[in-house]
């Protein structure tokens, strides 16, 4: 299952409230994670099951979809919310990821 | 609280091995299947496989299937990848993920050890 994540490149204000667009190339039902990626730390899982917040998740994050098309949206960014996101399915082997969206303070 | 903790950077020559270690802490080991993941300079994330530690049981993505070996060592709570017959290919970050509690999302993360190769 290919995934599509867009976009690669978001600039973004502290407050401000963001979207990004992950699209399987097939079905996936609701098998879909979406995690954090920041320098010197460990990976975090924010979502999976399409939608449901990972305990520690700050409720500012949300996921939302299920099938083909998905979207994380993070309302009133804070500073520590800036990071790369990945997007990954586990509806069937092999898992893949999406490619990736960085998150920059504008 | 779980950790996995792994081995430090690596350098190997081409067409040498290296094995990573993944020594895993706050949970049953034996109960959560331990994946590896690459990640590439500057580039996204690759699934290479799946150990199960309670059997042994293993499954790959097709694309490492002779590159990556996975092992587990129960009395010690540590995963192992080791990679065969390096190339400038296998440059890279690998990251160990515990699946999570009822699903095959990563829930836990190692901090990633990062395999140059070199002559």
């Known amino acids: 299952v290919q995934m599509t994540q867009s976009p690669s490149y978001l600039a973004a204000s502290p407050g401000e409230s963001v979207s990004i667009s992950c699209k399987a190339s097939k079905s996936i039902s609701n098998n879909l994670a979406w995690y954090q990626e920041k320098p010197g730390k460990a990976n975090k899982l924010l979502i999976h099951s399409g939608s449901t917040l990972q305990s520690g998740t700050p409720s500012r994050f949300s996921g939302s979809g299920s099938g083909t098309d998905f979207t994380l949206t993070i309302r009133s960014l804070e500073s520590e919310d800036f990071a790369v996101y990945y997007c990954?399915?586990?509806?069937?082997?092999?898992?893949?990821f999406g490619s990736g969206t960085k998150l920059e303070i504008k | 609280e779980v950790q996995l903790q792994q081995s430090g950077p690596e350098v190997g020559r081409p067409g040498s091995s290296v094995k990573i270690s993944c020594k895993a802490s706050g949970y049953t080991f034996t109960d959560y299947v331990m994946n590896w993941v690459k990640q590439s300079p500057g580039q996204g994330l690759e699934w290479i496989g799946w150990?199960?530690?309670?059997?042994?049981?293993?499954d790959y993505a097709e694309k490492f299937k002779k590159k990556a070996t996975l092992t587990a060592d129960t009395s010690s709570n540590t995963a192992y990848i080791q990679l065969s017959s390096l190339t400038s290919e296998d440059t890279a970050t690998y990251f160990c993920a515990r699946t999570g509690s009822w699903g095959n999302w990563f829930a836990y993360w190692g901090q990633g050890t990062l395999v140059t190769v070199s002559s």
């Open positions: 150990i199960d530690p309670e059997y042994g049981s293993t």
């Open positions: 990954q399915q586990y509806n069937e082997y092999p898992l893949t």
